[in-house]
């Protein structure tokens, strides 16, 4: 599905009937594109209610070769956390890995780096995914 306004364009991709729960491991292959500013994935309840925005920014938001972090509540976002470590480049395909319990996410990025966030839904089971931005899914798995 292809969301596209006057000065950009960025596509949104869900994934339907999917089921992440406590203990999984979330594996996502990802190439940014040639021209991404940033791209994010959600996971969650639904588009109000997100456990997990995960934001690499190579460059938008006042952000350069940042990752971004928050969680959506009712619609609310909550306090952003923010990452240093910036392993993703443009046009490079690489692959990440989530896990999550009750109290945190925990991701580890191309590079090996470790970085975690509140999990503040506090859920033990999510069934909401997606991706927007400037980069498209090259694989998903969840074992």
Request: proline residues 4%; aromatic residues 12%; glycine residues 10%.
């Amino acid at each position: 599905m292809e969301r596209c306004g006057v000065l950009s364009c960025s596509r949104l991709q869900k994934v339907k009937s999917m089921t992440f729960k406590e203990g999984q491991e979330f594996k996502v292959r990802i190439k940014p594109d040639e021209d991404c500013n940033s791209f994010a994935i959600n996971i969650g309840h639904d588009p109000e209610n997100i456990a997990l925005h995960f934001n690499p920014r190579f460059d938008s938001g006042g952000d350069t070769n940042t990752i971004v972090c928050n969680s959506l509540s009712g619609g609310n976002w909550g306090e952003e956390g923010r990452e240093s470590s910036f392993p993703f480049a443009r046009g490079e395909e690489c692959k990440f890995y989530i896990n999550f319990n009750m109290e945190q996410f925990y991701i580890k990025l191309p590079d090996g780096t470790m970085m975690n966030f509140p999990n503040r839904l506090g859920e033990v089971k999510y069934q909401y995914f997606d991706v927007s931005g400037g980069a498209r899914i090259v694989g998903i798995k969840i074992k």
